[in-house]
């Protein structure tokens, strides 16, 4: 075979295969595009440093969206973000999440838009449309099959190819059709091929097959085999410098390997011009106003109103409301990945919206905690800490075993990480000696008793209390790789006793070595002197009604852990039943982003599932009470009444590495459909405040091979409402029907409104293995039109041909 040429135009087509930083791509040599930028997603930007600092809108979750079920207003939000990159400088956003939430115990199911591949596939192209409206680039991840957290860096997912094809790469697919400019590849394996090196979804399937023009890069340090990853299609490595792409493939590839070459240095350049256009960014206050007031509609869209018995609500005619729940004060606005946002320091939580709301219609508002915060570790800043005599916050101390302190700088966070570069310490993975970081703060103890801190880190960390050391946390001999360290934040706990009044200096310091990447994390429980749980009961008793708001913290949803149960955590069901006891007019807000196991909620008058909603939390839950706005949501992912009825629930591989997906196209609430079990809440649920019926409903063809669904949506209510109308779609030889399409509509009050759902040919068709293309499901199929999964108001019979021509029955 000859060998490759190995000029200085290939070489500098080779140099752009991989990045060139941590967050940026090379120059486009010999035109005037230059380097961009890159930023995670997709719930908001976060910034080149991942911290506090960054600070950037931040949008409702991707099940919030999803729960929305309204492309318009997802556009919205895409365009919003968008701007937002704008704003930072940031040409292309790593967003959005195109995976599956196959089950309810994956870690990351809030950046998802839910368990079903139409769905998903439908929301996350409006999504898209919005961004790359602005000029932002989008590069939809993980391609293929990163459904949970569990060793996703070497786990193999074991799925037949029709699966593959019809349910997880479907998304990805609708993506390249609608104009995406960008792909990341997953970490996982899918049959034993690394995703990076998938030949199948990336060289065949999005490049042959549809003819998609766009950029496939991998996940942050997913390459494993830089020619075979190369050769399957993946045009750029990321992050930089090259570590198996870029010059290194140099003296691996062959003359035949050119034209690939060529490919991948014009696929590049082709998503640079397209994230070079000169859209500008409108800074005028209105416009700022418009785009988080775009995000609390989103919020509050997202509500899914479970119950409303008594027609509790929305709340009035009430004189004392109490508010019960640490979420009330400090809620979980979005989840702790690497995508994390910093938010800004002036939100409005849900019990100053309540207050500032309710106090229109004089009502008076109690609050009391209820529970503690279920932290996996109780933030450090929770604390009122200080840098020195004046300046909040903790000093951060860098140093170096040859050059002492190298650099000084006051942060606010209970967790620092540094990808690549370090203050003072400068390139990570160039460290030739040891170095450290010593954070120090002081704080006055405001109650007596025994304080619990927490340590961790990737090095080896030691805190000091009043200047003794009192614990040790060696973060280099744990098992894994440094990502996985990062977000697992393991840590040692220390308890210390403090008198009311007493200050204390906290000391931790972290030594450590060369890595692509470092952190320490921190932080204190301080001890409980109420009793919390009584203390609710007789807020609760006292008040004509009560809102809960409870869930989980901005810990809970994170990557590389998977959870291990549905149910929420025991002081917070004990919480929920002993306030309900009392009043049994009491809302539940469920500040989560997975479904859960809502027996407890029995007795409660109403329920409301908020996820993670995003900075405009507060504003839009008490919108949605008072009944200023309509809860807006339907359910994306199925809720069962026993965890057991879940298709999925252990997501850890086998001692192989294998993780099957034996369950087929059979997902979500088809599994429920198709075992006879009724879950506790169906996916495409939900209750509105207004009272919308169907209809006459109408199927017809259209043409020769698509159909067309018509029905009259009347409002007999007094205001304005939502109707989220469904249509699934079943062949005779299936055990289940599976969502076609969907409709969300505005219906005003006391009017009616007409709609017509297409259905177009694709729907009617199967992958087909041996001729590797999609064919024509011949046979009888039903058409469902309904508000939810279980909920069908009208079914229709149609035939299909083997050529494809549809006749309704």
């Known amino acids: 075979m000859p060998a490759f040429n190995i000029s200085p135009e290939n070489l500098a087509k080779l140099r752009l295969t991989a990045g060139m930083g941590m967050w940026s791509t090379h120059p486009i040599p010999d035109t005037p595009l230059g380097s961009i930028t890159l930023s995670d997603g997709p719930m908001g930007i976060t910034g080149g440093r991942v911290d506090e600092r960054d600070v950037a809108l931040l949008s409702p979750c991707g099940l919030a969206l999803g729960a929305s079920w309204d492309r318009a207003l997802v556009r919205r939000v895409g365009k919003v973000i968008g701007e937002e990159a704008l704003r930072t400088q940031v040409q292309a956003l790593l967003a959005p999440n195109l995976n599956l939430m196959r089950s309810p115990m994956a870690g990351r199911a809030f950046e998802l838009f839910g368990e079903d591949p139409i769905h998903i596939a439908e929301l996350g192209a409006a999504w898209i449309d919005g961004v790359q409206s602005t000029g932002v680039g989008c590069v939809v991840k993980h391609l293929v099959c990163n459904d949970s957290e569990t060793d996703r860096r070497t786990m193999n997912v074991v799925i037949d190819e029709a699966t593959l094809r019809e349910v997880y790469f479907w998304p990805f697919e609708r993506a390249a059709s609608r104009g995406v400019w960008g792909m990341l590849t997953a970490y996982n394996r899918v049959n034993g091929i690394y995703c990076a090196e998938q030949q199948q979804t990336i060289g065949q399937w999005l490049k042959g097959e549809l003819g998609w023009d766009g950029l496939v890069m991998s996940d942050w340090f997913g390459t494993q085999n830089g020619v075979a990853s190369f050769r399957a299609g993946l045009d750029l490595e990321m992050p930089g410098p090259a570590r198996h792409m870029g010059e290194p493939l140099a003296k691996q590839l062959e003359a035949s390997d050119e034209p690939r070459l060529d490919d991948a240095s014009q696929r590049l350049a082709r998503f640079v011009e397209r994230v070079s256009s000169p859209y500008l960014y409108d800074a005028a206050p209105e416009t700022q106003r418009q785009r988080t007031q775009t995000l609390e509609?989103?919020?509050?869209?997202?509500?899914?109103?479970?119950?409303?018995?008594?027609?509790?609500?929305?709340?009035?005619?009430?004189?004392?409301?109490?508010?019960?729940?640490?979420?009330?004060?400090?809620?979980?606005?979005?989840?702790?990945?690497?995508?994390?946002?910093?938010?800004?320091?002036?939100?409005i939580s849900p019990l100053a919206s309540l207050r500032r709301r309710f106090a229109e219609d004089g009502v008076t508002i109690d609050y009391v905690q209820g529970v503690d915060s279920d932290y996996r570790i109780p933030p450090l800043t929770a604390l009122p800490l200080f840098c020195d005599e004046h300046q909040p916050g903790?000093?951060?101390?860098?140093?170096?075993?040859?050059?002492?302190?190298?650099?000084?700088?006051?942060?606010?966070?209970?967790?620092?990480?540094?990808?690549?570069?370090?203050?003072?310490?400068?390139?990570?993975?160039?460290?030739?000696?040891?170095?450290?970081?010593?954070?120090?703060?002081?704080?006055?103890?405001?109650?007596?008793?025994?304080?619990?801190?927490?340590?961790?880190?990737?090095?080896?960390?030691?805190?000091?209390?009043?200047?003794?050391?009192?614990?040790?946390?060696?973060?280099?001999?744990?098992?894994?790789?440094?990502?996985?360290?990062?977000?697992?934040?393991?840590?040692?706990?220390?308890?210390?006793?403090?008198?009311?009044?007493?200050?204390?200096?906290?000391?931790?310091?972290?030594?450590?070595?060369?890595?692509?990447?470092?952190?320490?994390?921190?932080?204190?429980?301080?001890?409980?002197?109420?009793?919390?749980?009584?203390?609710?009961?007789?807020?609760?008793?006292?008040?004509?009604?009560?809102?809960?708001?409870?869930?989980?913290?901005?810990?809970?949803?994170?990557?590389?852990?998977?959870?291990?149960?549905?149910?929420?955590?025991?002081?917070?069901?004990?919480?929920?039943?002993?306030?309900?006891?009392?009043?049994?007019?009491?809302?539940?807000?469920?500040?989560?982003?997975?479904?859960?196991?809502?027996?407890?909620?029995?007795?409660?008058?109403?329920?409301?599932?908020?996820?993670?909603?995003?900075?405009?939390?507060?504003?839009?839950?008490?919108?949605?009470?008072?009944?200023?706005?309509?809860?807006?949501?339907?359910?994306?992912?199925?809720?069962?009444?026993?965890?057991?009825?879940?298709?999925?629930?252990?997501?850890?591989?086998?001692?192989?590495?294998?993780?099957?997906?034996?369950?087929?196209?059979?997902?979500?609430?088809?599994?429920?459909?198709?075992?006879?079990?009724?879950?506790?809440?169906?996916?495409g649920f939900g209750l509105g405040y207004a009272a919308i019926r169907t209809g006459k409903t109408q199927l017809r063809t259209v043409g020769e091979d698509a159909v067309a669904v018509t029905l009259t949506l009347q409002n007999t209510a007094n205001r304005d409402g939502k109707a989220v109308t469904q249509i699934y779609l079943r062949p005779a030889d299936e055990p289940a029907a599976r969502l076609a399409e969907f409709s969300a509509v505005i219906v005003p009050a006391m009017q009616s409104v007409d709609v017509e759902i297409p259905l177009g040919a694709m729907l009617f068709r199967r992958w087909n293995t041996l001729t590797q293309c999609w064919q024509v499901h011949g046979g009888r199929w039903t058409v469902e039109v309904g508000s939810a999964s279980n909920q069908i108001d009208a079914v229709f019979t149609l035939n299909v041909a083997e050529n494809g021509e549809v006749t309704v029955v």
């Not at 929305?314 to 606005?333: E, H, K, W």
């Not at 002081?442 to 960390?461: D, E, H, K, M, N």
């Open 297 to 347: 509609e989103a919020a509050a869209a997202g509500l899914v109103m479970l119950k409303n018995e008594g027609q509790l609500l929305p709340l009035s005619g009430m004189s004392r409301l109490a508010v019960i729940g640490p979420n009330a004060l400090t809620p979980c606005f979005q989840g702790g990945t690497f995508a994390r946002v910093a938010l800004m320091p002036d939100l």
């Open 394 to 683: 903790l000093e951060v101390v860098y140093a170096t075993a040859s050059g002492g302190e190298r650099y000084r700088e006051c942060r606010n966070a209970s967790s620092l990480i540094w990808f690549r570069d370090m203050p003072g310490v400068g390139d990570l993975l160039a460290l030739d000696e040891e170095a450290s970081v010593t954070v120090k703060t002081r704080f006055i103890a405001s109650r007596s008793g025994l304080y619990r801190f927490w340590l961790g880190g990737t090095g080896a960390v030691r805190l000091t209390l009043n200047g003794e050391t009192v614990g040790r946390f060696n973060g280099e001999a744990l098992d894994g790789d440094i990502m996985g360290k990062l977000m697992q934040a393991a840590s040692g706990t220390v308890d210390f006793p403090l008198s009311e009044g007493e200050t204390l200096h906290l000391t931790f310091t972290m030594t450590f070595n060369r890595s692509i990447a470092h952190g320490i994390w921190f932080g204190c429980q301080p001890p409980q002197t109420v009793d919390l749980l009584a203390q609710a009961v007789e807020c609760a008793r006292c008040a004509d009604s009560v809102v809960m708001v409870i869930g989980e913290t901005a810990d809970a949803g994170l990557e590389s852990i998977d959870r291990d149960t549905t149910a929420l955590p025991g002081h917070q069901v004990a919480l929920i039943k002993a306030v309900c006891a009392v009043n049994p007019r009491t809302v539940v807000v469920l500040n989560v982003a997975h479904p859960v196991d809502t027996r407890c909620l029995e007795q409660a008058a109403a329920v409301i599932v908020a996820w993670y909603p995003g900075q405009e939390f507060g504003p839009a839950l008490a919108s949605v009470l008072a009944g200023d706005r309509e809860p807006g949501g339907r359910l994306p992912v199925t809720f069962a009444r026993e965890e057991q009825d879940y298709p999925v629930l252990n997501l850890k591989p086998d001692s192989e590495g294998n993780l099957y997906y034996r369950e087929g196209r059979l997902t979500g609430y088809r599994h429920f459909a198709a075992r006879e079990r009724q879950p506790a809440w169906a996916f």
